[in-house]
T-cell receptor
C-alpha cells in the first residue's frame, strides 16, 4: 500500500514559468516532508523540506506548501530553468528516520 | 571525497556470482541505509543501520546480506541473485535527530543480473 502518491508522472513547462508538483499522503503520522531531485545516473539530491508545524517553506526558487488537513503538499519552482529538468521525488517521515517515497514526477523545462 | 560515494557504479553479474556493493559516507552521520529502485516503482527501503547496528530489514531475501563495519562504511553482499533483482541500488546516510530525517544519497550502483 503506497503511503505517498505522486500523480501526473510527467510535466512539461516553458522556461521562466512556474512548475507545480503535487504529492498526497495517507499516513497521518507523517510529520516531516521532503522533496528530492534526481538526474539520470545520479542519486537523489535533497532539495527542500518542511515540518508539519509549518505550512510553507521557501528556499530561493523553490517553495513547498503543506496542507495537513488535505494530506497534500506541493512543490513550486519559479522561475523554471532548463537545469531543473529532472525527476522529483516526494518523501515523508513519521519521525523515525524511515522515509516513504512517491514514484516521482518527470519535469521537462523547455528553453 | 565528499558526501556519499558508492562503488561500483555499474555491475553486471551472473546468477551464480558473488559480488559486493560498497558505500562510504563522508558526512559524519550515524545512520546508513540501502534502497532499491526498480523502474516505475518508488524507492524501496531494504536495510537501516543506526550506530552500526542493523535496526531494520524490510523482508529482504537472504541473497542480500548487508554489513556495516563502522559508521562510515556500508556493504551489500550479493549472492545467487535473480534477474528480477536488476535495479539501481542506492545508499544513503543521515544524522539521527528528533524530527529531522533528511537523508543524503550516493549516486547508486546500476546492477544487472543475467
Amino acid at each position: 500500500d503506497q503511503q505517498v502518491k505522486q500523480n501526473s508522472p510527467s510535466l512539461s513547462v516553458q522556461e521562466g514559468r512556474i512548475s507545480i508538483l503535487n504529492c498526497d499522503y495517507t499516513n497521518s503520522m507523517f510529520d516531516y516532508f521532503l522533496w528530492y531531485k534526481k538526474y539520470p545516473a545520479e542519486g537523489p539530491t535533497f532539495l527542500i523540506s518542511i515540518s508539519s508545524i509549518k505550512d510553507k517553506n521557501e528556499d530561493g526558487r523553490f517553495t513547498v506548501f503543506l496542507n495537513k488537513s488535505a494530506k497534500h503538499l506541493s512543490l513550486h519552482i519559479v522561475p523554471s530553468q532548463p537545469g531543473d529538468s529532472a525527476v522529483y521525488f516526494c518523501a515523508a517521515s513519521a519521525g523515525n528516520n524511515r522515509l516513504a517515497f512517491g514514484k516521482g514526477n518527470q519535469v521537462v523545462v523547455i528553453p | 571525497e565528499t558526501g556519499v560515494t558508492q562503488t561500483p557504479r555499474h555491475l553486471v553479474m551472473g546468477m551464480t556470482n558473488k559480488k559486493s556493493l560498497k558505500c562510504e559516507q563522508h558526512l559524519g552521520h550515524n545512520a546508513m541505509y540501502w534502497y532499491k529502485q526498480s523502474a516505475k516503482k518508488p524507492l524501496e527501503l531494504m536495510f537501516v543501520y543506526s550506530l552500526e547496528e542493523r535496526v531494520e530489514n524490510n523482508s529482504v531475501p537472504s541473497r542480500f546480506s548487508p554489513e556495516c563495519p563502522n559508521s562510515s562504511h556500508l556493504f551489500l553482499h550479493l549472492h545467487t541473485l535473480q534477474p528480477e533483482d536488476s535495479a539501481l541500488y542506492l545508499c544513503a546516510s543521515s544524522q539521527e535527530a528528533a524530527g529531522v530525517d533528511t537523508q543524503y544519497f550516493g549516486p547508486g550502483t546500476r546492477l544487472t543480473v543475467l
